[in-house]
């Protein structure tokens, strides 16, 4: 019996291991400001690090997210980040931000997914349709329209979308759970990756003509190019 007990515990130890694993890990010293220079640096979570002794405040700083994007783009809306690329400060602390700005009428940040964090989005402008969709086979989706003060939470690596759906401009900020979410936009990567898809499996698994297809890859590849 006792044996039982010790495969159980061991079997659920395990799981709780691959489950931490997940997500970002933590950190084992107070920070770890990324560097680009490798000379007498550390390699911790796909930066180098700062010496410590040589970290400044400007290392944790950016200034700017007051200013509006610019959102006159064929969809309607501008994703500024705050991430370990823009603040070396944050790699391994496991946290990111962006605001995103929305052109009236429709703007949209399209369907996309971030493959290392979860999302949550707080609107402080405007009324936004937000909402994501389960994994296969169910494919549910969860949706709902957001007022200033509404907060809704994009669950990691799930697709999601924020649309504008008000007459004047609208703003939001979210908070990514890590320092380098990731973004997949998903109309790009499958109509737009270098070098292109076969349209015959893109045909086939969107039920469209191969012709649809070409026109469709001609125009992603040319936006991401």
Sequence with gaps: ??????????????????????????????????????????FVNGKFCKDPKLATAEDFFLPGLNIPGNTSNQVGSMVTPANVQQIPGLNTLGISLVRIDYAP?????????????????????????????TSNPDNLLFTKVLYPGDVFVFPEGMIHFQFNIGSTNAVAFAALSSQNPGVITIANAVFGSDPAINPAVLAKAFQLDQNIVKQLQSRFWWDNN
């Excluded at 495969?7 to 694993?21: I, N, Q, R």
């Design 1 to 42: 019996m006792k044996g039982v007990q010790f495969l159980v515990a061991f079997v659920l130890l395990a799981l709780a291991s691959k489950l931490v694993s997940a997500s970002d890990p933590s950190p084992l010293q107070d920070f770890c400001v990324a560097i680009n220079d490798t000379k007498d640096g550390v």
């Design 105 to 133: 009428y429709g703007g949209l940040n399209p369907p996309h997914t971030h493959p290392r964090a979860t999302e949550i989005l707080v609107v402080v402008e405007g009324t936004l349709s937000v909402g994501f969709v």
